[in-house]
Structures are given as C-alpha cells and as structure tokens.
C-alpha cells in the first residue's frame, strides 16, 4: 500500500479501492512522559493503546451512526489496529476542531487571567487550531478560515453544528458510564461540498474526569468499552 501520511499517532495509506486505511500507533500526546491532548507533539507511548483507540473510535463511530451523524467509517480490523475510511481532503494543511465544556489547558494558558481553571463553559465552546507544531498550532477563527480561502462560510457553521452534536453524543455516552467529558477534539474533511468527521474519536483526544480526577487514556478507554 502506498504510505500518504503519516501522523503523530497513526498512518495513513491509499486503499486499491478509493478509501483510506489508517494504521493506529501506541504514541500520545503529551509533555515530559505525561498525557495531555491538548499538547501538538507526542509525549509518550503507551503499549496497546493504538488497539485501544480504534475500539473507542470504532464504539463512538457506530453511536453516531445511530444519530444519524455521517461520518468517514467504514470498517475495522481490531487486530491489525487499521480502519477503513472514506476519502476526504482536509482543510488546508490540517485543522483541529476542538470543543470545550469547561476551561482547562491550553485554554486557561492562553486566558487565565480572565476564567478560573474548571470553570463551565455553558453550551460548549468550539475553536480551531491549524496542525503546525513549529507554530505551536496556533488558532484561527471561522472568519479566518474563510478569508483564507480555506472553506467557505457555509462549511464553517457545518464543522460547528456537528462539532456541538458530536460532542454531545459523547459527552452523553460518557455521562451513562459516571464520566464527565471536559474537552474533545476533532478533525474534519470534505469530499466534494460535503464536509464529514474524519480520523479518530478516541480517548487520546479528549480530557474526561471521574469523581473530580482526570482519568489516563488506558483507562479511560477500559470505562469506555465495559459492558
């Protein structure tokens, strides 16, 4: 298979087909040895946890599914740590949708002197970062993405309805399980206008508590999965 990508936490390949294969690895995003999905570089490695990831996005794929939310999926290999995907092109060179309940990280680094850290953000607030570790994935606005030619209007209130929706259908997902989901993020595409959730949801990309104490990815993902 012809390797078109490849990523901090997986690879992406060129299917006979038409789709994409993505090929899941066991590195996470984070600083000095300690998970953070808010970091732009990977930080650790974690044995399993590619497998890990795919079952989670596998499991939040076919929630949304059900709510009628199209995204990329289309199959999986847990063993082989692959997922088929529908093509789609991506906005500019990469663009990270992110969508918080309540403010931490990054976002208290950037507006700490205006919001305490765990303060609710009612409704969720969405924001967009470019993929581009030299420039620590600086934020663009709606506006931004639109003057730079980088979509249009209309496909940014898209990626913000679905960014709210799909929030939501994980945030719910988690809630059944005791988990309160703080902060998510996503990545989108398009293939002709129609603009669709691509690459992975998976417990790497989101900060979740339980009883007042983030949870780590590896166990994140076996609260996810438990039947």
């Known amino acids: ?18 789709n994409v294969l993505l090929k899941f690895k066991d590195d996470c995003t984070g600083k000095d040895g300690v998970f953070d999905p808010g970091e732009n570089s990977v930080g650790l490695t974690i044995e399993g946890i590619g497998r890990a990831n795919l079952e989670t996005s596998i499991h939040f794929f076919d929630l949304l599914k059900e709510a009628g939310i199209k995204t990329h999926y289309v199959s999986a290999n847990i063993e082989d740590a692959t997922m088929e995907v529908l093509p789609a092109k991506v906005f500019g060179h990469g663009l990270e949708v992110v969508c918080r309940y309540v403010a931490t990280g990054s976002f208290i680094r950037r507006y700490g002197e205006y919001i305490e850290d765990g303060t609710v953000l009612e409704g969720g607030y969405v924001e967009c970062t470019f993929k581009n570790d030299a420039l620590g994935d600086p934020l663009v606005t709606g506006e931004g993405l639109v003057a730079l030619g980088i979509m249009t209007p209309e496909m940014f209130e898209s990626i913000k309805k679905q960014t709210l929706e799909i929030t ?20 989108f595409g398009y293939n002709n206008d129609e603009v669709i959730l691509i690459d992975e949801i998976a417990s790497g990309n989101m900060r979740v508590y339980k009883d007042g104490k983030i949870v780590e990815p590896v166990e994140l993902t076996k609260l996810i999965l438990e039947k």
């Not at 939501?168 to 990545?187: H, N, P, Q, S, Y």
């Open 1 to 18: 298979m012809e390797k078109i990508y490849e990523g901090k936490t997986k690879n992406v390949f060129k299917l006979d087909n038409g």
């Open 168 to 187: 939501k259908v994980v945030a719910d997902d988690l809630k059944t399980k005791g988990l309160d989901l703080w902060d998510i993020k996503f990545e």
